[in-house]
């Protein structure tokens, strides 16, 4: 069926379908290393200090630890101290972008409707604030950023090549844009974005057939809180890393009852154990397939 446009999207560079033969990737990260382990919705330097601690503990590795809570809601003491523990420890630090429509006046967010908006950006006074967030956390060290709006990434993406924003800085995409196939990861990727997060419940065949339409890499919750779901897919971990590296394994939300909500020392804890449970489970049905250790050269971790 449908071959007509199936061997047009080839000549795009896109799959011609979902890929329901779940093809191993061969693309890996700049280390070699298949899979990583990020920590989203780590809202607190406690619930940072706590994760960190039980994973060294669980002897484990994170990765990546990701703000979701809004960066222009944390103090300029407390994105330092994000800071310092991510580079004592190793990992990356992404956080978010602060102004976005849930913190907004417009009333179409919090309507039936208004979830189409999710966390994008109403008018360009929000854009420019938006930018200025970014300016703000690089100021105090921060060189990843979760970005929640298209227009926005595409305008990051721009100063960035044009050098008005540094150039090591990085721009994650968020799983609330809603992107879902591998015609707008194509887009992402082209706009800028340096990983890409889909949606939370796609299947692992539409799984790496993202992977085939992008050289990015792509972030893969592998649990979810209730809010968005509750899937737990640890079982199903160790085939997304085979179909979609290089992966960051989104893991530990579950332990907390939806993303963006503040955390505390013993939600980072618990945050570690369930990654101990994601780790386990690649390492025992596919060990030839190597996490990232600490510090990979990628990493971007200064401390001001």
Not at 65 to 90: A, D, P, Q, S, W
Not at 213 to 235: C, E, K
Not at 273 to 295: G, T
Request: charged fraction near 25%; aromatic fraction near 6%; glycine fraction near 8%.
């Amino acid at each position: 069926m449908f071959e007509e446009t199936r061997d047009y999207v080839k000549k795009l560079g896109l799959p011609a379908g979902d890929l329901f033969d779940m093809p191993s990737s061969a693309v890996r990260f700049p280390d070699g290393a298949a899979f990583r382990i990020e920590v989203p919705t780590v809202n607190s330097a406690e619930a940072v200090a706590a994760l960190l601690d039980t994973a060294t503990k669980n002897g484990i590795t994170i990765n990546r630890v990701t703000e979701t809570y809004g960066m222009f809601r944390h103090t300029r003491e407390e994105i330092k101290e994000y800071c310092r523990l991510c580079n004592e420890y190793g990992a990356e630090l992404l956080m978010s972008t602060g102004p976005r429509a849930t913190y907004d006046t417009g009333a179409t967010v919090l309507s039936p409707q208004g979830v189409r908006i999710s966390y994008r950006l109403r008018g360009m006074e929000q854009v420019l604030r938006a930018v200025e967030d970014i300016k703000r956390g690089y100021d105090l060290g921060v060189r990843g950023f979760l970005i929640y709006d298209e227009g926005m990434l595409w305008l990051v993406g721009q100063m960035r090549k044009d050098g008005a924003l540094p150039k090591e800085i990085i721009f994650k995409t968020s799983a609330h844009l809603g992107q879902c196939n591998p015609c707008s990861f194509k887009l992402l990727e082209s706009l800028g974005a340096d990983s890409i997060n889909p949606v939370r419940d796609l299947q692992i065949p539409m799984i790496a057939a993202l992977r085939a339409a992008v050289q990015v890499p792509l972030d893969v919750h592998t649990d979810n809180p209730p809010g968005s779901g509750g899937f737990i897919r640890v079982y199903e971990a160790p085939e997304i890393v085979r179909v979609a590296a290089p992966v960051h394994c989104k893991t530990g939300n579950s332990v907390v009852g939806g993303h963006g909500e503040m955390t505390s020392a013993g939600d980072g804890k618990r945050m570690a154990d369930q990654a101990a449970i994601v780790v386990e489970m690649v390492n025992k049905y596919y060990p030839e397939l190597k996490q990232s250790p600490k510090r990979a050269s990628d990493l971007r971790i200064p401390v001001v």
